[in-house]
């Protein structure tokens, strides 16, 4: 069984930093791909950045320039290093995976619970 456990949500003010992170244990042998999504109320959910285990990143328009996804293949983690937050940023953040099992099997989706990032003064 994997699961996907993300951290580091929160409210900040605009212009402000956060940091995501979300790591993916159980009986994996490998990543091939990792992201994430957002939801924000009414909204459908949405592509914020994705990232291959060979490094090749995939950003949404409305985030280019401000966040930053990196991926430790080691640890099965993936971040999201996000600045100059706006309020069109809240959200629930969601994190995406692609894994290869040690039992030889490829799942391409993976999702985590979720975390609340909050952009407001």
């Known amino acids: 069984q994997v699961q996907l456990v993300e951290s580091g949500g929160g409210l900040v003010q605009p212009g402000g930093s956060l940091r995501l992170s979300c790591a993916a244990s159980?009986?994996?042998?490998?990543?091939?791909?990792m992201g994430w999504y957002r939801q924000a109320p009414g909204k459908q959910r949405e592509l914020v950045a994705d990232i291959t285990s060979s490094g090749i990143i995939n950003y949404a328009d409305s985030v280019k320039g401000r966040f930053t996804a990196s991926i430790d293949n080691a640890k099965y983690t993936v971040y999201l290093q996000m600045t100059t937050l706006k309020p069109e940023d809240t959200a629930s953040y969601y994190c995406?995976?692609?894994?290869?099992?040690?039992?030889?099997?490829?799942?391409?989706?993976?999702w985590g619970q979720g975390t609340q990032v909050t952009v407001s003064s």
């Open positions: 995406n995976a692609d894994l290869t099992l040690r039992a030889g099997i490829r799942v391409k989706d993976y």
């Open positions: 159980g009986s994996i042998f490998g990543t091939n791909r």
